[in-house]
């Protein structure tokens, strides 16, 4: 290396260190600007944005550049909530500049300060690190520009920041086992009424109500179960009737995914995907030939019934329930709110965030507080708004084991003799779009669960 | 040395890590009552503890590593005298994890870390070996490529260069220690005297290596290019959801891989190709020049980390002899074949011990109770029986079906 490039070095590692100071102020500069402003500042004897700030101290080593733009993203997105103090946010970004990724991946991101301007941004996922623009010796991973640091690597360092903050902010009391979980606000302390049982709210539940269960796809059974219960016809034990939900099928096995992520599973949708190809099978609650015969043997092939395309309004009509009473409405106070946010409603960079969160509390929590963390995170996870497509993306790779799957579902569902109500084809209708959730999404939706984590917390001086 | 001393061996993998691990864990008392802790109550607290300071997943061992660094630590900052940690995973820690682990030994801790290290053209083939091992199915060259390439994308890449690049590990390892605290144990090339590794970590521990004898347990050892080829084989049949990782581990791993197929030493070793072998030995150059400017404590000799001259007539696993790999295949059949007739014996025999049991159990119940349960078993075939049944369970108000 030559006198001049070291001495451009130096300057480059300055510029960094002013940049580092710069976003634990808050700034929300990119790397690229910064390297912009600080040498135009340089050239132009004027101090720029981040040339201003006081210089991160030299002599530390500079955090990774996936730590600084995992920052950079949590400042933009503290910004935009703007609900809590600066010093929240100093905290969460000092924490979140000393501590390393969980997991596999590299083991450090160095960040490019070498000489000549930064190199074009990657975007998401696909972007790889960039190869050193420094002619230092080739040991070490190559550094890179944060603006092009894998989204995936990113999630990775944001799911073990997270993880992290909520067993610092002692969320987690000792008797976390014991406590229902339920978000953020369910702080309720079990035994608090004196040691006696809590009383059970009215269900509304009618002893001549007609008895029925529904099954199938989760999500969508959960939703029809609540308007239902809404509407206080509550099914439940010994049903005379069954009522399977049948999505279409690549639909169904979102739900099933999405599901399970929100139950601690720590898979990817690609390889849950991927198992279930490979099997050639389908999980239980897909499995809608499975189901029927399981259900049939309970209560008679005629009075399990098939439902395609399914709504609440099919399966009342299923159910002979269209004369539901307003009264029975007003017995259940809160069941419309509830039956307004189903379980899971998730975007598919939600469940995907998620996730990676259970993999980090895998390894971070023992398993009986783990489903309290879980439902913290979940709580503070981006909501998918109503009609706003699937839980998960399309299928990806070949889809054709998902087509054969539906067709010989309903060859076995039309030997069962089930009474079929709708449109059998939409069993086989596939989603179109990406067959993964855009790495960006994942990192986006995991950055506002940790700004929505640290502003939760009623120590953190809100406001 | 001061009075509290802890010595991190942190790897690199496939440079008789186990070899080590195994000798220290073997003679744990005994070095006690030396004065020297290997702590941990099980073989495997020390890889339980590195999965936890890096919060590495690992086919759902994880699960058992929850606090396992913190409790480890405690055992360090608890013992006054010289105290050996050792796995080689720790090589892949990143600055910040290094930087927690180094503190959780507390104040006063003078702090040596150790990397035993071999050279590339031997370790790249090990590594490809041992993800072959862990349920991998990506081919030799694919591999190669990928660790080749300069961006270092994957986990393949990333975890390759995380655990065996030399400089880069010291440098994580050892950036806030004082280099003649930093050791690198260089392993012997092929043909050197038995015995002359341990010796080296030996004296880098501090122990006589002459009072512990390396036990003959467990080792790690390597397999032959066409039983490589096979294992990828059997893993692209049995991956996603077929085989369980425990049974994979227990059946695949530990029965076909280290106690049959590694023991056929005749088949053509895993090398480099040429091409391959050329660039790996310019990196290496590279290295050494490098680790020759730090200062560290050396043990062996920096030059036996430069490969040795490609040797001729390289098999290439991905296009193996088939007659090789069949009878590697032969062999393994055999082996599952005996151990699924020690399994079945053993099936018979617990079953017989069951019946034992239950017709001493009924013995005790008497006959009402047998009555009842050839009652409740006939009423599966007989339709009339079955309505009766189903009639006296509704009156009485429970049923044992489930929803």
């Known amino acids: 290396m030559s006198a001049s490039d070291r001495a451009r070095e130096g300057e480059g590692e300055g510029i960094a260190r002013a940049w580092v100071a710069h976003l634990r102020a808050g700034g929300t500069s990119t790397w690229r600007e910064a390297r912009q402003d600080g040498l135009s500042a340089q050239g132009a004897g004027g101090p720029g944005a981040v040339h201003a700030t006081i210089a991160d101290p030299a002599g530390d080593p500079l955090p990774g550049a996936a730590q600084l733009e995992l920052v950079r993203r949590l400042n933009e997105e503290c910004r935009r909530q703007g609900t809590f103090s600066d010093t929240a946010r100093r905290a969460l970004v000092d924490l979140a500049l000393s501590r390393g990724a969980p997991g596999r991946g590299l083991a450090d991101h160095p960040l490019d300060t070498g000489p000549g301007q930064s190199g074009e941004t990657g975007s998401d996922e696909a972007t790889g690190a960039r190869p050193a623009t420094g002619a230092g010796p080739a040991i070490g991973a190559p550094p890179v520009d944060p603006s092009a640091v894998p989204a995936g690597e990113l999630a990775r360092g944001g799911a073990g920041l997270l993880v992290e903050i909520l067993l610092r902010q002692a969320a987690l009391p000792s008797s976390a086992a014991r406590t229902t979980p339920g978000g953020p606000d369910d702080r309720g302390t079990p035994g608090a009424q004196g040691g006696r049982a809590p009383r059970r709210p009215p269900t509304g539940r009618r002893p001549w109500g007609r008895r029925f269960q529904l099954a199938g796809a989760p999500a969508t059974v959960d939703r029809a179960r609540a308007e239902l219960a809404a509407a206080g016809h509550h099914g439940g034990a010994r049903p005379r009737r069954v009522v399977l939900l049948a999505p279409p099928l690549e639909r169904g096995l979102g739900e099933v995914w999405a599901a399970r992520v929100q139950a601690g599973a720590p898979v990817s949708w690609r390889d849950f995907a991927a198992r279930w190809s490979r099997r050639d099978d389908l999980p239980p609650s897909a499995d809608l030939a499975a189901l029927a015969a399981t259900w049939a043997d309970l209560v008679g092939p005629g009075r399990v019934h098939v439902l395609f395309s399914p709504d609440t309004a099919g399966v009342a009509e299923i159910l002979r329930l269209r004369r539901a009473s307003s009264r029975a409405q007003r017995a259940v106070p809160g069941a419309r709110a509830s039956a307004a946010r189903p379980s899971g409603a998730l975007t598919p960079a939600g469940v995907q965030a998620l996730a990676r969160v259970n993999q980090v509390l895998t390894i971070r929590v023992p398993a009986e507080q783990r489903d309290l963390l879980r439902a913290q995170v979940r709580a503070a996870l981006p909501p998918r708004g109503a009609g706003e497509g699937a839980s998960a993306p399309a299928l990806p790779g070949d889809r054709g084991w998902v087509l054969e799957r539906a067709a010989t579902t309903l060859e076995a569902l039309r030997a069962g003799g089930y009474p079929v109500h709708g449109d059998p084809g939409s069993l086989s209708q596939l989603l179109t779009g990406r067959d993964r959730a855009r790495g960006g999404d994942v990192v986006d939706a995991m950055v506002t669960a940790l700004v929505t984590v640290v502003g939760a917390q009623p120590a953190n001086e809100g406001g | 040395m001061s009075s509290r001393t802890v010595l991190v061996h942190v790897g690199a993998p496939k440079t008789g890590t186990s070899y080590v691990q195994d000798v220290l864990f073997t003679h744990r008392d005994a070095l006690a009552a030396q004065g020297i802790l290997y702590p941990g109550d099980r073989f495997d607290a020390h890889f339980l503890a590195a999965l936890d300071l890096m919060e590495l997943t690992w086919g759902g061992l994880e699960k058992e590593a929850v606090g396992a660094w913190d409790r480890l630590a405690a055992e360090v900052r608890a013992w006054p005298g010289t105290v050996i940690l050792s796995h080689e995973i720790l090589a892949r820690a990143s600055r910040p994890q290094v930087r927690r682990a180094l503190a959780s030994f507390g104040e006063g801790a003078e702090v040596h870390v150790v990397l035993s290290a071999r050279d590339l053209a031997r370790q790249i083939p090990a590594e490809w070996q041992e993800n072959v091992k862990h349920r991998r199915v990506v081919g030799y060259r694919d591999y190669l490529e990928t660790v080749t390439d300069p961006s270092r994308r994957g986990k393949l890449a990333s975890w390759f260069w995380g655990v065996q690049e030399v400089p880069d590990v010291l440098d994580r390892w050892g950036a806030t220690l004082p280099p003649q605290q930093v050791h690198l144990v260089t392993v012997p090339r092929p043909g050197a005297p038995r015995g002359l590794l341990w010796r080296r970590f030996a004296d880098v521990l501090g122990l006589d290596a002459s009072a512990y004898a390396p036990a003959a347990g467990r080792t790690n050892p390597s397999l032959g290019v066409p039983e490589t080829a096979l294992i990828r084989r059997v893993n692209a049949r049995v991956n996603k959801g077929v085989l369980a990782n425990e049974d994979y581990r227990e059946f695949v791993r530990e029965l076909l891989v280290h106690r049959t197929l590694s023991q056929r030493t005749g088949s053509p070793r895993l090398g480099l190709p040429e091409d391959v072998h050329a660039w790996a030995a310019t990196l290496s150059a590279t290295w050494i020049e490098a680790l020759a400017t730090r200062g560290y404590d050396v043990v ?85 029986l079955g309505a009766g049944l189903a009639v006296y369970r509704r009156l009485r108000g429970s049923s044992s079906r489930s929803a």
């Open chain 2, 300 to 384: 062996g000799d920096l030059a036996e980390l430069m490969p040795d001259p490609s040797p001729e007539g390289f098999s290439d696993p991905d296009a193996p002899a088939e007659a090789e790999v069949a009878d590697a295949g032969t062999e393994a059949i055999a082996t599952l074949l005996v151990e699924t007739a020690r399994l079945a014996a053993s099936e018979r025999s617990l079953r017989e011990d069951l019946h034992a049991a239950q017709r001493d159990l009924d013995h005790v119940r008497g006959l009402w109770f047998r009555t009842k349960r050839a009652v409740v078993h006939g009423a599966d075939d007989n339709a009339v």
